[in-house]
């Protein structure tokens, strides 16, 4: 049970190094580094130094990637569907990188501190900024930003992913989702008095954030964060004055609301055809709609059978369904989503309290539901980084009311 000081030392720096390997666009470091981390923590077991002291989410994950497996065996075998083998590796690499990592932080004496994921997560979004801005720079693209070329169509928009970075992702809709999961981390840990951020830094690092996401054109991850951002920026006027408080209150409302209506105005021009990436996925969802119940539904049809359905039945070039749980109960079937769905249910009831419950709800599920319920498989890399991170918070927050 006692590991060194060093070796903790060691690890939180090993852990936040994978995390921040998600981010590596050309070499896929993060899988040969999840894997060290799940083969670690096996050793730790085996030696002893590991408390497994199992919650009902650790049960319901587990469940969630044995099912995975027999129904990878149903579709490959028996259905004879075309199943994604690599995706399969994924999901099973993702999510036990997600319990290891619970297991190594929750059943040890291992300590995070809290000014080095303080640092880590600055750094994670100046070095998202310098990447993006060198693009624009680059590519002299503000100009074109400025004159609303770039955003004229989702097509437009994709003149970001023309240039190559090393930060990020090769897809901007990606690389934008992955940075404002991590954002939306920091944002959360703004509202607590614990983590001692200085008002001007976390004015600054809070700025940097809201410019690369604009600046990556996502509307996706633009709406996610306008969420937290509009929570803190109200949470934090929460000790003025009454008088004082209504009355900012009032004029900062109608102020965001002018606000929020040229950048809409901007950002967001929606075309009922199917060169708009928002209109494409309301295509997708109805066709899957009117097919899925023709299906194998119950147990499901298999991992990557959803590019199938999309590519050789409705003649579009996707690789998923656009949405986290309609992917996976076309792919999974019932059995699948209800596992899956139980799974965040009690993750988040395991770390939510009924103190915090506003900030969690603001600034973590609802900017969530906005990106998975638009984008993602539900087993990505940067969904577990982002789970992960909140394990870690967790534990600091934990840690530091039994100091009180």
């Known amino acids: 049970m006692n590991l060194r000081n060093k070796s903790n030392t060691k690890y939180e720096l090993f852990i936040y190094f994978v995390l921040f390997s998600i981010f590596i666009r050309d070499f896929k470091i993060y899988i040969p580094l999840f894997v060290l981390n799940i083969l670690y923590v096996i050793y730790l077991i085996f030696k002893k130094e590991i408390h497994i002291n199992l ?9 969630f990637i044995i099912w995975t497996v027999i129904n990878t065996i149903i579709a490959s075998f ?8 690599l995706n399969v590796i994924k999901l099973l690499l993702n999510m036990s990188f997600l319990l ?11 300590k995070f501190h809290k000014k080095t994921l303080v640092r880590f997560l600055e750094f994670i979004i100046l070095i998202n900024f310098i990447q993006i801005i060198y693009i624009y720079f680059d590519g002299k693209l503000f100009n074109d930003f400025f004159s609303g070329a770039l955003t004229e169509s989702s097509d437009a928009a994709y003149t970001i992913s023309s240039y190559h970075n090393i930060i990020g992702a090769e897809n901007k809709n990606i690389w934008a989702t992955k940075f404002a999961l991590i954002y939306m981390i920091y944002l959360y840990i703004c509202a607590f008095d614990n983590f001692n951020i200085n008002l001007i830094e976390k004015i600054s690092f809070i700025i940097l954030g809201i410019v690369t996401v604009v600046l990556l054109l996502s509307r996706t991850a633009q709406v996610a964060i306008i969420i937290p951002i509009v929570f803190l920026a109200f949470y934090s006027m929460r000790n003025l004055n009454y008088k004082y408080r209504i009355g ?14 040229v950048f809409f105005d901007k950002f967001f021009h929606l075309e ?8 494409t996925r309301l295509y997708i969802w109805k066709e899957f709609i009117i097919s899925v119940f023709d299906t194998h539904f119950i147990v499901g049809n298999g991992i990557g059978y959803s590019a199938y359905f999309i590519q050789d039945i409705l003649g579009r070039f996707e690789s998923n369904l656009h949405n986290v749980f309609l992917n996976i ?6 059995i699948g989503i209800v596992l899956y769905i139980t799974f965040i249910i009690q993750f988040f009831k395991d770390f939510i309290t009924r103190k915090n419950i506003l900030k969690n709800l603001f600034m973590i599920i609802f900017p969530m539901l906005a990106i998975v319920c638009l984008q993602y498989l ?24 039994q100091r009180i």
């Open 272 to 279: 009922f055809n199917m060169t708009d990436g928002g209109f």
């Open 378 to 401: 539900g087993y990505d890399n940067d969904l577990v980084v982002t789970l992960t991170l909140l394990i870690i918070i967790n534990m600091i927050m934990k840690k530091d009311e």
């Open 55 to 63: 919650k009902k989410w650790n049960i319901t994950l587990a469940l």
């Open 100 to 110: 290891s990592t619970y297991f190594v932080v929750d059943g040890t004496n291992m």
């Open 78 to 85: 028996i259905f004879k569907h075309p199943v994604y083998y």
């Open 248 to 261: 900012i209150y009032a004029v900062s409302g109608i102020l965001f609301l002018g606000a929020l209506f």
């Open 329 to 334: 109960f076309f792919e999974l079937g019932i």
